[in-house]
């Protein structure tokens, strides 16, 4: 032991400087590690979604979203239904052919692209630069559409025009049909969007 003398003041001080200082460093380190962690939404953003359409009407659409993308819910009239099997001539790939298993799951590659046949689910972004289509459901002669038009989706930066399934129509920017995601019903009036039972 040596027998240097220790100033108790200057000793008391310092110890309490150090600890100080080690709080201090810890509640900086604290927040700058935790911008490491994922958020609540980023989290969030992969998560299935799950949707109560009991509420919507023929003829209505509702949008959620699902890993940053707005998801379309769509009930379809019967009238809308009825018009789907007249286009396929017009359209680029009316049996969903192309990119099947991209764009449209197994249960989905049908005329109405769909589980229920009133009720579309389709990822609301052009296959061609990304943009978001506008609702064109009421048929008829309109601006930058056919006079015979039946109704869907006019996408307004390039002109591009899909049915009331999502089908491109041909000779039109957009490459494929709006994408169908992963989906499934918990009940009638429930879904679950991004996940499926075949997934």
């Known amino acids: ?4 003398p220790v100033d108790r003041s ?10 100080a200082g080690a709080v201090g460093g810890v ?16 989290k969030a953003a992969g998560a299935a979604v799950e949707v109560d359409i009991s509420a919507l009407k023929p003829g209505e659409k509702v949008t959620v979203e699902w890993r940053g993308k707005p998801v379309w819910i769509i009930k379809r009239t019967p009238e809308q239904l009825a018009e789907l099997p007249k286009l396929d001539p017009q359209l680029a790939d009316p049996k969903s052919e192309r990119k099947p298993s991209e764009l449209t799951p197994a249960y989905a590659r049908n005329e109405g692209r769909s589980i229920k046949a009133d009720v ?8 061609h630069l990304g943009c978001s289509p506008v609702d064109k459901f009421q048929p ?17 930066c390039h ?3 899909f ?11 957009a ?6 995601p992963p989906h499934m019903y918990l009940s009638d009036t429930r879904l679950l969007i991004g996940e499926d039972k075949k997934a």
């Open 140 to 156: 008829g002669a309109q601006p930058s559409l056919p006079d015979d038009w039946g109704g869907g989706f006019l996408c307004p």
């Open 1 to 4: 032991m040596s027998d240097i």
């Open 159 to 161: 002109g591009s025009t």
């Open 175 to 180: 490459p494929d049909n709006l994408e169908v």
């Open 120 to 127: 579309l689910v389709v990822v609301g972004i052009c296959t």
């Open 27 to 42: 509640a900086t380190a604290v927040p700058f590690v935790s911008t490491f962690q994922p958020s609540e939404r980023a």
């Open 163 to 173: 049915d009331m399934a999502g089908r491109v129509f041909k000779n039109k920017p």
């Open 10 to 19: 200057k000793r008391t001080w310092l110890i309490a400087s150090g600890c």
